[in-house]
């Protein structure tokens, strides 16, 4: 019997107007263009600005342009899934804002957080939805709004995050391509390096926790990169092992964009070239879900049929994986 696979059909993205460049940065904190860009390869970061604006919004855009390029409509989608760190509220999920948003009436929607790693876990899961022949159109939504979360004083995390979002659409298909392997990985021990102290049900919103600036990022930078740089460059490399394949192979590399030097070492390490990876870090920074489906989004055009993608990322958590995605079209574009 043919094996149904979940093959990518559209993608859509979304990206605030506002830059916050590392020049106005400067005059906000101690830091320097200098060091932001060789610690980091960013320049610029968009901002969401606007009373009421949330991750709702960013993702209810992309999903609306992902419908419009295939040429569906929002009531064919079956389940949305939206993956952030940034809901619109602690509840309900923010897929069940976006799903009314765009008009999904005929979905289920959650949310699934597994901080930067969250697109490939949402693709992962939204695979096997597809693969069981139950569920025909899936969208997973990768978005954050980093700004609402960010102490904008403390140089050492203001400089990485931004906001926006991307959102896929996953069909089943009979053909050699869509999504071929994943590896998800966790360790929730990381935990201590990189999280968000209060407004949890540990320690829930006080006083004393805002006057704490305890709803911010709290990250210690050097051991996450630690982590980061070995766990994203050898479930990269175990993915490749896996489906033998060679760094000719491989079209691109998408990686999560943390962090240039992060990057840089998983190309290494997979031995695949600069032009081998989807890179935009340098005008978005850290979009946490979103860095994954906006690479997609972006090079969507440069895609073609039969591509051999490897995605992979790592994140609070800890978390990290990556998948092998086989492209399954050749833009219309
Ligand atoms: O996406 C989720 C997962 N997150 C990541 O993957 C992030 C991983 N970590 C990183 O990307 C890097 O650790 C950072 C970009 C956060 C920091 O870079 P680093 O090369 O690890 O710097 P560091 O923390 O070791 O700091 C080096 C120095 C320190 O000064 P001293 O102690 O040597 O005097 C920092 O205080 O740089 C200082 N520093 C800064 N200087 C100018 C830290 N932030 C800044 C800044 N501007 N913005």
Redesign the pocket.
Known sequence: MTKTRAAITAVGGYVPEYKLTNKVLEDM????DE??TS??GIKERRILKGEGQGTSDMGAAAVEELLKKRGITADEIDLLICCTVTPDLVFPATANIISDKVGAKNAFSFDLMA??SGFLYGLTTASKYVESGQYKKVVVVGADKMSSIIDYTD??TC??FGDGGGAALLEPTQEECGIMDSIMKSDGSGRVH?HQKAGGSVKPASHETVDAKEHFVY?E??A??KF?VNNMAEVSAEIMERNKLKSGDIRYLVP?Q??K??IDATANRMGVGKEQVMLNIERYG?T?NGTIPLCLWEWENKLKKGDNLILSA???GFTWGSIYLKWAYNSAN
């Open positions: 904190v101690d830091t320097s060091w932001i610690r980091t901080a930067c140089r050492t400089i990485i990189l990250q930078g050097q996450v990169f980061a999560h943390a962090n030097r992060i850290n946490t790592f994140g609070g």
